[in-house]
């Protein structure tokens, strides 16, 4: 029988998915229709990135220093890298370990372009921020969950981890704080990930993206700086979440300098380098002031501090957020599953939260809320639930 699909989708590789636009996007263009929707949904900080870094940027533009770098990045940018992360996580990097990339939803994509090979297995928590997915099966790979639970506060568990290892496990991705629970994976279990990465020989893709944003109480350790560990873990982290510079796209990879000699032709083709102006703005967030930071972290523990008791008295429940800027939150006492009551909230209340099905969660009772509002708005948030509970729950609260 004679195709009518037009030849572009005929021609379309298997690695791109038979499907339509993601159920985020469908609730945000349902949002958009709506008036005075409070966003407790996104991941995107609600600050300014701060004058000097966004000053430094300009400056290099009026400097013409705007050009192409070279792929793996400014050599004064890599080194101030190097040196901040020795000062705050106790990394070992020298410049020649550092690439800097558009982001680090590009160092993913390359970190699985150089290690995954096709029916390689990648072990990784869930939720999660769902890249990881997409980058190991356009490589071929084949993703496999390790679930986290709310009574661990969604740390991840080296049992856990250990049961799901086969013979074609090839990597652990290993994310704290996490997105989307804020969990922070204390240092004894990251000792004890250590143990099963060296035992089982499997390289770990530590994801630290969000790791100077760490409530009182907590403790990060990174990975990298354990005995033996180094040799076989790539460290990931960025600019995005901790100086708000989620639009500035500049991330990087930090690892052996021999494995990272062999990603810097892939990470040329994949954009040539990072923005010039931006890598400028990085050298300048990582050199300058760093108030900005305490700031915004202080903003964020006493917004945590206002949630966490606001949804305990709307009935829900959620585990200890000990880092990053979400809160993980059970709403079965709504009687709804997570999709349905993101729904439901969006057209009764004009709150937009996302359900953790998006982020690979199969329990559908969770959502993702973030604390990226100011206070008066996550206030009005709340309100607005309670004034609305009685429209959006099918059962009172227990």
Wanted: net charge negative; proline share 7%; aromatic share 8%.
């Amino acid at each position: 029988m004679e195709t009518t699909q037009p030849m572009l989708m005929r021609a379309l590789a298997a690695r791109i998915k038979d499907e339509d636009v993601s159920y985020r996007t469908r609730l945000l263009e349902r949002a958009a229709k709506l008036t005075d929707v409070i966003a407790m949904g996104r991941g995107d900080p609600d600050f300014h990135t701060p004058r000097h870094i966004a000053e430094a940027a300009k400056k290099a533009i009026d400097e013409n220093q705007h050009h192409y770098t070279l792929p793996a990045g400014m050599p004064q940018l890599r080194s101030a890298i190097a040196d901040h992360l020795a000062s705050d996580f106790g990394l070992d990097y020298g410049q020649d370990e550092i690439i800097v990339t558009a982001g680090t939803q590009e160092a993913v994509m390359l970190c699985m372009l150089a290690l995954v090979n096709p029916g390689d297995e990648v072990l990784m928590p869930r939720p999660r921020f769902t890249t990881y997915d997409t980058a190991v099966e356009m490589c071929g790979g084949v993703p496999v969950s390790v679930p986290t639970f709310e009574h661990d506060d969604f740390a991840l568990m080296p049992a856990e981890i250990e049961k799901r290892i086969t013979p074609r496990t090839r990597a652990l991705v290993l994310v704290t704080p996490n997105n989307p629970t804020g969990a922070v994976t204390p240092p004894d279990r990251i000792r004890e990930i250590a143990d099963i990465a060296r035992r089982h020989d499997i390289v770990v893709l530590s994801d630290e993206i969000y790791a100077k944003l760490i409530f009182e109480g907590s403790e990060h350790l990174s990975i990298a700086t354990l005995p033996g560990m180094k040799d076989r873990t790539i460290t990931l982290n960025g600019f995005s979440k901790t100086y708000a510079m989620t639009g500035w796209r500049i991330g990087y990879i930090a690892a052996p300098a021999p494995f990272i000699r062999k990603l810097i032709e892939p990470r040329h083709t994949l954009s040539i380098n990072a923005s010039t102006p931006s890598q400028w703005a990085a050298l300048a967030a990582l050199t300058g002031p760093q108030e900005p930071i305490q700031e915004m972290l202080r903003a964020y523990a006493e917004r945590r501090a206002f949630m966490l008791p606001a949804l305990r008295d709307l009935g829900f429940t959620c585990g200890n957020p000990a880092g990053a800027f979400y809160v993980y939150t059970n709403v079965e006492a709504s009687g709804l599953s997570a999709p349905r009551f993101c729904e439901r909230l969006l057209d009764e209340a004009r709150v937009l939260v996302f359900p953790g099905t998006l982020f690979g969660d199969t329990d559908d009772r969770y959502i993702r809320l973030s604390l990226l509002q100011p206070m008066e708005r996550m206030r009005e948030a709340i309100d607005r639930i309670k004034a609305a509970r009685d429209r959006i729950f099918v059962r009172p609260k227990a």
